[in-house]
């Protein structure tokens, strides 16, 4: 069974829109981040690694936006619509 909500899909597009803005701000300022204040964020990020130790930001590469995770981190609303019409089998043909 699957189910859409709008108000669900609202609520997860504004959390993953904070987390992008967490790691935008983890490539400004990798001081501020170790590897359990940059949770979630981390994963939006190319290049980054964490101290064994003490769990800091290692300083020393280019961080990078992914952006082909952002972009393909969620499905338009109409695409999606249309993956759920081609996983409804008609009744009739069952």
Same mark, same amino acid.
């Given at each position: 069974? $699957? ?5 669900? *899909?609202?609520? %997860? ?5 904070? #987390?992008?803005?967490? *790691?935008?701000?983890? #490539?400004? @300022?990798?001081? =501020?981040?170790?590897? #359990?204040?940059?949770? /979630? ?13 003490? &769990?800091?930001?290692?300083? /020393? =590469? *280019?961080?990078? $936006?992914?952006? /082909?995770? #952002? %972009? &393909? &981190?969620? $499905? ?7 993956? $759920? =019409? ?6 009739? @043909?069952?």
């Amino acid at each position: 069974m $699957l189910n859409y909500s709008e108000k669900y *899909a609202k609520k %997860q597009r504004k959390a993953r829109e904070v #987390i992008i803005e967490k *790691a935008k701000d983890l #490539i400004n @300022h990798p001081k =501020k981040y170790d590897k #359990i204040t940059s949770a /979630g964020s981390a994963a939006y990020i190319n290049n980054i690694a964490f101290d064994k130790t003490t &769990g800091e930001v290692v300083e /020393g =590469k *280019a961080f990078s $936006l992914n952006l /082909g995770k #952002i %972009q &393909g &981190g969620s $499905l338009p609303p109409n695409r999606l619509k249309c993956s $759920l =019409k081609s996983l409804i089998t008609p009744v009739d @043909h069952i």
